[in-house]
């Protein structure tokens, strides 16, 4: 994917947009920005991925992509939350509040910004799962669908999908085992596509 965005390739780009845009989005609502103010992250680290990615040299040991993503919407949250701050400034000079800035909030982000990479590596394995999972469901029935989703997603057990579906016992392992295989061979397959 890198090379294709260092190319221009515009399916990469929509790709990239497809594939990122949720983990930034989310990211940011986590760093405990608004609706709006994540969109804007999104559209200022896209704009900012497309001025430097020519200069991104995918090297594993020095930085992923994963790890140059994360610095590009961390520097945009914390432009987002400086604006905040301004904001919040000026309406208390006015005595007007901001009921929809809770201050605290604002404050308990700035200060602990080493809890962003823990926000960032929770939103990228959530979207890479959500991607894997669209990628092999035509393998699957949809029974075994469901029991996935219902034993490792909505951590049912075992017993309880096996009485709610009506299946064996052995069923539910077998669908569950078959399907988290063929999710981690996604899950590596996905992430091979962002190294050039």
Known sequence: MVAGLQSGDEDRWREFLRKYS????????????????????VQETAIGVSRNVEEYRYDPSKCRFK??????ASW????????????????VETDAPAPWVPANEDRAVAEVPDTWTSLWDAEWR?????LALEGVRAQFSPT???????????????????KALGVSLPTVYLAKHRISVALK?????LERLDAP
């Open 67 to 72: 790890t140059w993503l994360l610095n590009l």
């Open 126 to 130: 959530d979207r890479m799962m959500a």
């Open 76 to 91: 945009r949250i914390r432009n987002q939350l400086r604006r905040r701050r301004r904001w919040d400034d000026r309406k």
């Open 144 to 162: 075994h669908l469901q029991i996935f989703d219902l034993n490792v997603l909505k951590q049912w057990s075992a017993g309880e999908v096996a």
């Open 22 to 41: 949720p983990v930034i989005r989310g990211f940011a609502k986590k760093a405990g920005l608004t609706e709006v103010e994540a969109d804007e992250v």
């Open 185 to 189: 061979k996604e899950i590596a397959r």
